[in-house]
Structures are given as structure tokens and as C-alpha cells.
């Protein structure tokens, strides 16, 4: 097959909104923490929390084993804190005009897809819609901030238990500068109406976005969650270093679905996201998490959403499509943790790659001694756009118990001439074919994503393989 | 047949002489279709039949070195394939390639959009879309499961081939070849796929089938049989031809 050229394209989302900013002057010391957890009148604990995190974190090294290449951040170079000096949102139009581009009109969201929305510009959360419903129900769906003033024990309670403040030199980073971020609680045996949805945006130069998740379903309950992300275009590489934790207590179900279309840097590399995240979740007995991403944004990605299934009969599940092009890089996976007894998992990645990109599925299955009964299948296909990407597959399997059953399969595949002329013979174009035939590739993971959120995604690979085909 | 002064042929072929890598696979083909006609172009094996077919869909690999083809009036060699498909020439492939994940239905409807988009009229709405398929699935007596299955994906030969001219049906071509439709029917399915062709065919459109075997042609009658041999056409006549043909195999043709 001859080489395509893949093209610059236009990243739709690469606007700048000029909006004052409360922004703190680069570095990070104690100090920086200090004033940053009094400016959001947080309790002391949490202070001494964040400083903890900081010291860990200043004696860790970044680390280096992932399948990708970068230049390292100077994290006395980034500002830690931005926030939009908001008035009310109808009395803002710049902060209105970039929510309708970012393709939001709340009360058409309202209206038709039922679902809540929160969006995080820079570091603080700026909208939110369909409070009441939720409310009636007992479900608390806010910014992270306001949770920890609400509702301090809830949050005190399940903060850093599933991704520890020490757990990785990004996640400490987090843990020491988070500035706000998503808190959901579903109460016992509810089951959330609508979906909640979280769009993160980075809009300031040169600061990092650190925000933190944390969604607790309560025992019985169910959630289905989504967050989406963008970013201006811009020379220099922005950092993302979030942290989500789920807590799935006992028969309680969590979907989670990430629709991550950071900045990808330029045809010739420059610029770009790097988005190097830490999710994890904790089922207990009979609770099941699902992760769904669809990653196409992003210079570097980099990021394991994990379940330790801890309960007996507990179900993890991974589901992922990861693009890239151009010269960006993905090292995407999974960790599965198998604790309990009778617990399955079952992950199915999808990666394809365009131009001179490197695509990497890396994914852990552990079986605990103690854990009978395991269940896990894995399946990783990739699809090769062109010759000059990479596909790579780094399956890591730990069992300790033999009552354990492991499946493992992996397909490397390209998109065919015989293929393209099929459809260019039905009138379709080059690029249209290209697209069809990665979302049909992508298909199983579409499947997954709530319905709304699917066609989005759909677009989205659309968007980013235009003009991928010379 | 006679023809009239200011007839434009449907397709016209000119002394068309392609290769692929340096091998002469057509050497001087002449082919004239008019709106309304059905033709058969027969041949053994390796004769160059199905190098033909695609060559008129516009496949990239082989090179034209000589020769015109013409479609409407406009030459159409420098057209890309999705350009040609758009002006109204439909290939059912001999051996259709398989698209993991894209259903039936989704393919048809990319497809039958991307040709709309191209006349310049908007996309087919949802409800019609359906309308039309459903329609079309019952000519060619084919399940409704069928429609979400990915496209070619686990489709025993018959299926493949009745996808084929059921996308054919949907499409609305004004030439239509036909690959080898025949090989993987079994008698009833060929004898359904024939009767769909034949409600399908009209005085403004054209059918060229493309075969090794008579068995089609009982079916679907051709007002013109050529015969194709070591890339050159070197019989033409009526439908009696190919019966005689069936009779006698193609030895007893020798090449001009």
C-alpha cells in the first residue's frame, strides 16, 4: 500500500477566549500551596493533605517507561492556578460565546438530551445545568470545590483512597495543586436519570490543568458519566495531569465515558496537549465499572484507567479507541486487578495510526492468590494508516491463582486499497472511506458510549482524519 | 439496430489497450452500449474479462496505454473511480471486499448519500432511506437481519453476490456491470438476483454482464454477446452466440 500523506488539519476547538483571569505567577513551592487551598477557603485538613502530596512529590522522579517521547516540563515554569473572573454567565458573552463553540446551548441540552453538564475552564468549574432534578433525588453532582465545603466527610472520607497521594509522580503533582474538578454522590439504590457530563477546557497559556474527579455510587446505585475535553492551539505543550477516582460500593454500577480532544500539536509535532492522567476505580462486592474512552486529542497520551475489583463477584470493563496522527504518541491501556473471587474483566482496545504517530496499548491483568474464579478477556486490534506509524502491543499478565482464566487476543490489520476502491466504486470518496472504515473498526467501542456522546464520537474520528488521505 | 446520426453511446471503448507492470492484459478493445441494451461479454479464464470491468470503474492499478473510453460523450479515463460511480457506473464485484464493523445499512446509505451529494441534492431522509430499503430487500427475497450485519463480513458467496445487486438496486446506476454475479448462486437465488436485475433493467439503463458460464444469460437475455479472448474481443452476434458457446465451449472460436 502506498504511503498516505497525512495533512494539518483544522482543529475546530483551537480558539482562545479572551476572558479575565485570576492566574497565579509561575513556580510551585509550599507557599503556592499555602495561598492556593486558602483561596478556595478550604478546611485544613485538606491543606496539610496537599502539602503531604507536594513533599512526596518533590522526592519522586518522573518516570520513564512509557513508549513515548518528550521533552521534559519545567514545573517551575507553569502557573498552577487560573481561574476566569466570572460575573454571572448571561452577563458574560465571551464565557457564553465559548460554550455555544464549544457546542452547548444549555437549554437545548436540557431539552433534548437530558443530559447534566458541568465545564471546566482552566482550573474552575463555570456552568451547570439541571441542579433541581438532581437534587430531588438526593444526587450530588457539583465542582469538586463546592464539595469539599458541602460536604467535607464525603469527601474526606473517599479522597486519595483509590489513587493514593504517593501513587505516581503525576497524581502527587495532583494531589498537591489540584484546583477543582467534578464530585458526584449517587445515593443508595438510586439510579441517575440522566447522564452527567463534565467538559474540561484549558483556555490560559502556560498553565497546567490539574483537576480532580471523584464519583461515589453508593451501594445499589447507578451512574453513566462522560467528560469531554478541548484546548486552544498553541506553540508550547500544556500539561493535564488530572486524577479521577471511582468508588463503586457494593451492587452499585459506574459507566464512565471520556471523550478526550486536547490540542494534538501541529502537522510538524509542535504544541499540544500532554495529558498524562491517573484513573482508577474500586469496586466492591458485586459493583461494576465501565471505562469507555475515545482519545484522539492530545500531543501525548498517556493513562491506565484501572479497576481493582476488590468485592467478590465484582465486573471491570475497558473500552477504548485511540487515534493518532501527525506525530503524536498514545501509550493507552488498562489494569485490571482481580481481588475478590469470581471477578471479570474484559477489555477491548482499538488503536489506529496515522503518520509518523506511535499507538501503544499497555495493560495489566493481576490475579491475586486469594482470587478464585477470574475471569478476563482481552482483545487489542490496530489498524495501520500509511507506513511510517506504530502500532505496539504490551500485554502484562501476573496470575497467582489456577483456577484463573486469562484470554488474550491481538490483530494488526491496514486498511486496504481493495478496501478503498470498494467504497470509492459506491460513490464514496477517498477520505469518507477512511473514516467509514475506522468507524467501523471502531464500531464495538462506539457501541459502548451513550448515544448522544456516540454520534459526537463518531464525528470526531471524522474530524480528525481529514485529510489523511492524499 | 439502427442508429442515429447524433446518438451518443452510453459507453463507447476505442482501441483500448492496457497493462499492468509491463504485461498487456487488453490489446484493442472496441465496445459500443446503448441505453436499454444488455450485453454479455464471455470468455474463458484469464482472457481479460474481469480486467475490463475494472479498467471501466477506474481501478488504479492497471494502465491505460492506448485507447478512449467514453462515457455519455465524456471521456472518463482521468476520473477517479468515486467520479465515475457518480455519473452512473456501477461494478458488482466478482469477489466483494469485506468492511468489518460498517453494517449493510450504514454502507448504503453513505453510498447512496455520497451520490446525492454529488448531484448536488441533500441527504436522503432516515425514513425514506428505510422506506426504500425495505422495499428493495423484498424484491430480492432477502432477511431484514441482513441489513446490520457488516458489510461482506461472514457472507457465504450467494450472499455477497445478491448484496451486490441489491446495493445496484438502491443506487440507480445507468451502466451497470455485472462481475461474475452468477458463480456462488445456487439456481433459486440466481434465478431471484436475475428476476431482480430484470425488474431493475430499462430503456435508460444498461446492463453489461460479465460471465464464463451461459447458465445467466438464460435468465437475463442479451441483446449483444461478445467474446473475449487473450484480450481481444474476437466474436460478436446476438444472444445465439453464447448458446452456441454453451454448446461448444470456446475452442472452436479462433482469434482473429
Known sequence: MKTREIKDFDYKYGFYTSIEADKFSQGLNEDTIRTLSEKKKEPFWLMYWRLDAFRLWKEMMEPKWGNVKFKKKKYQDISYYSAPIIKPLKGDPSLGTTLTKLGFSFEEQKRINGIAIDVVMDSILVASTFKKTLEDKGIIFCSISEAIIKYPELVKKYLGKVVNKNDNFYASLNSAVFSDGSFCYIPKRISCPIELSTYFRINEGGIGQFERTLVIADKGSYVSYLEGCTAPQRKENQLHAAVVELVALEGSEIKYSTVQNWFPGDKQGNGGVYNFVTKRGLCERQAKISWTQIETGSSITWKYPSCILQGDDSIGEFYSVALTKNYQQADTGTKMIHIGNNTKSTILSKGISAGKSKNSYRGLVKVASKAENARNFSQCDSLLIGNECGAYTFPYIEVRNSTASIEHEATISKIEEDQIFYCNQRGIDSEKSVSLIINGFSRDVLNKLPLEFAIEARKLLEISLDGSVG | ?256
Open chain 2, 1 to 256: 439496430m439502427g442508429l442515429l446520426a447524433n446518438n451518443i453511446y452510453m459507453l463507447k471503448i476505442e482501441n483500448l489497450h492496457v497493462s499492468i507492470e509491463e504485461k498487456p492484459l487488453l490489446k484493442g478493445i472496441n465496445l459500443h452500449i446503448n441505453a436499454g441494451e444488455v450485453h454479455a461479454i464471455m470468455g474463458p479464464n484469464g482472457s481479460g474479462k474481469s480486467t475490463l470491468s475494472s479498467v471501466i470503474a477506474g481501478k488504479k492499478e492497471y494502465k491505460v496505454t492506448t485507447g478512449i473510453i467514453r462515457f455519455e460523450g465524456e471521456k472518463i479515463i482521468h476520473l477517479s473511480p468515486e467520479e465515475r460511480a457518480q455519473r452512473g457506473i456501477f461494478l458488482s464485484f466478482q469477489d466483494p471486499i469485506e468492511i468489518p464493523g460498517v453494517s449493510v445499512t450504514n454502507f448504503i446509505r453513505t453510498s447512496v448519500n455520497s451520490l446525492r451529494k454529488a448531484r448536488g441534492l441533500e441527504d436522503m431522509p432516515i425514513h425514506d432511506m428505510l422506506k426504500t430499503i425495505r422495499k428493495k430487500l423484498e424484491i430480492f427475497g432477502m432477511d431484514k437481519n441482513f441489513l446490520s450485519r457488516s458489510l461482506n463480513e461472514g457472507f457465504s458467496g450467494g450472499e455477497k453476490k445478491r448484496n451486490e445487486i441489491f446495493q445496484m438496486a438502491m443506487l440507480n446506476p445507468k451502466l451497470s456491470i455485472l462481475d461474475e454475479t452468477d458463480s456462488g448462486l445456487d439456481i433459486d437465488a440466481l434465478r431471484t438476483v436475475s428476476q431482480g436485475i430484470n425488474a431493475f433493467k430499462s430503456k435508460k439503463n444498461a446492463i453489461l454482464i460479465i460471465t464464463h458460464y451461459y447458465r445467466i444469460l438464460k435468465y437475463i437475455v442479451p441483446d449483444f454477446v461478445h467474446v473475449l479472448y487473450r484480450g481481444k474481443m474476437v466474436k460478436s452476434g446476438g444472444k445465439k452466440l453464447a448458446l452456441d458457446i454453451e454448446k461448444n465451449g470456446y475452442s472452436w472460436i479462433k482469434p482473429v
